[in-house]
Nanobody
Framework: VQLVESGGGLVQAGGSLRLSCAASGSTFNMRAMGWYRQAPGKQRELVAQITSAGGSTNYADDVKGRFTISRDNAKLTIYLQMNSLEPEDTAVYYC????????????WGQGTQVTVSS
């Protein structure tokens, strides 16, 4: 499975960005896709994910109401719309895809930098 991310960049606080992640390859048994992020000196944390069956979503508490994850199944692509960005959102954002049964495996994108200036 290959994941290609796009959409990161530099934005001022209060601004918006949209990240995209396109999956290709052996995507059979896809269970979920989403985004993690990692800020300097911090652990990687889940930002948002969306399930393949049913499209259920969940978000980290500090992005609820500001970020929205969505998907285009035909394009095997997910999006992360990020509004009201804060300097604390600055991080490398990694797309992931979770596949397989009964034990799932996570595949990762290369990461895209999001920098929010104050």
């Amino acid at each position: 499975v290959q994941l290609v991310e796009s959409g990161g960049g530099l934005v001022q606080a209060g601004g918006s960005l949209r990240l995209s992640c396109a999956a290709s390859g052996s995507t059979f048994n896809m269970r979920a896709m989403g985004w993690y992020r990692q800020a300097p000196g911090k652990q990687r944390e889940l930002v948002a994910q969306i399930t393949s069956a049913g499209g259920s979503t969940n978000y980290a508490d500090d992005v609820k109401g500001r970020f929205t994850i969505s998907r285009d199944n035909a394009k095997l692509t997910i999006y992360l719309q990020m509004n009201s960005l804060e300097p604390e959102d600055t991080a490398v954002y990694y797309c992931f895809a979770r596949l397989g049964y009964p034990i799932p495996i996570n595949y990762w994108g290369q990461g895209t930098q999001v920098t929010v200036s104050s």
